[in-house]
Each structure stands twice: as C-alpha cells, then as structure tokens.
C-alpha cells in the first residue's frame, strides 16, 4: 500500500515575542512579553509514500486540522473566560520521514506472539491559518517534530 495516513495531536505553551492589550469580554487585558499562551492543533494528514522499504519511509502529505492559540491566564476551561488568537481550521503540507531502529516480538498472556518495532519519526510541514479572532495577528505555523514511535504489527 502507497497511501499514507494519520490522525494527530499537537500541544504544548508558546511564549509571547512582544507585549500587546486584549479585550476579552468587557475587560481589557495586557499580556506581558513571555506570557504562556496554550497551542492546540489536531486533524488528520494524508499523502503518498514516495518511499517505502522494511527500514524507511518518505511521503510527502496534505493536512487539514482544528487549531486554538488562547491565553493561559485563568487556566480555566469556560469559554469566553480566555484571550483567544487563534480557533480555526488550518491546511497544509508536510514531510513525513521514520526510520525504523528495531524489531521484537511481543507475548501476550495467552502465549501468542505478535510483531512490534521502534522507530524514529520526523515530520516537518507548514499550516496556513483559515481565520483570526483578532485583525491585529497574521501569519501561519511551521513546525518540526521529532517521535520515538513505538509500532504494532509490521513497519
């Protein structure tokens, strides 16, 4: 099979580059440089495996993805409580590369021996942002991520 797919999810706290005032509700807001902000994206990638044999895989994808960039003042989960930036969906494009480092086989409790492996993953791409809460804010998101992949059933 030549198809690649994946469904996926991304999280982790960005730091503000540079100060900047919000209104949330009735209140306004100063955001200070260094502020945590709280990243969220998760969608589904598909592409085509240009490459594929028992210890690498190559394949160029298309994504397409839910994303949320908020303020992580309050760490409360109400809506509306937060600075929202970003709560849109995003497309894109990306490398997907793994390499496999090992096989083993796995014995379960009742004796049967399945096929696992480990391996390397390194997925690089560009997200193209559909929307923005705010006009102040533009731009997209490039990322980078590396993975110690743990795999059932054959690479």
Request: glycine share 10%.
């Amino acid at each position: 099979n030549k198809m690649y797919s994946s469904f996926y999810l991304n999280a982790c706290d960005l730091k503000l580059k540079s100060p900047f005032t919000g209104i949330v509700g009735q209140d306004t807001m100063d955001f200070r440089k260094d502020e945590r902000f709280a990243y969220l994206n998760a969608g589904a990638k598909g592409g085509y495996f240009v490459l594929r044999n028992k210890r690498f895989h190559f394949a160029p994808f298309v994504s397409i993805s839910g994303t949320t960039l908020e303020s992580r003042r309050y760490e409360t989960e109400k809506d509306g409580q937060e600075y929202e930036i970003i709560n849109a969906f995003t497309v894109g494009g990306g490398l997907h590369t793994e390499i496999k480092i090992m096989n083993f086989n796995m014995i379960n409790m009742y004796g049967y021996s399945s096929e696992s492996f480990f391996s390397l993953k390194l997925d690089a791409g560009y997200n193209i942002v559909t929307s923005f809460k705010n006009n102040d804010f533009k731009g997209n998101t490039q990322y980078l991520g590396v993975s110690l992949v743990w795999g059932a059933g054959g690479f």
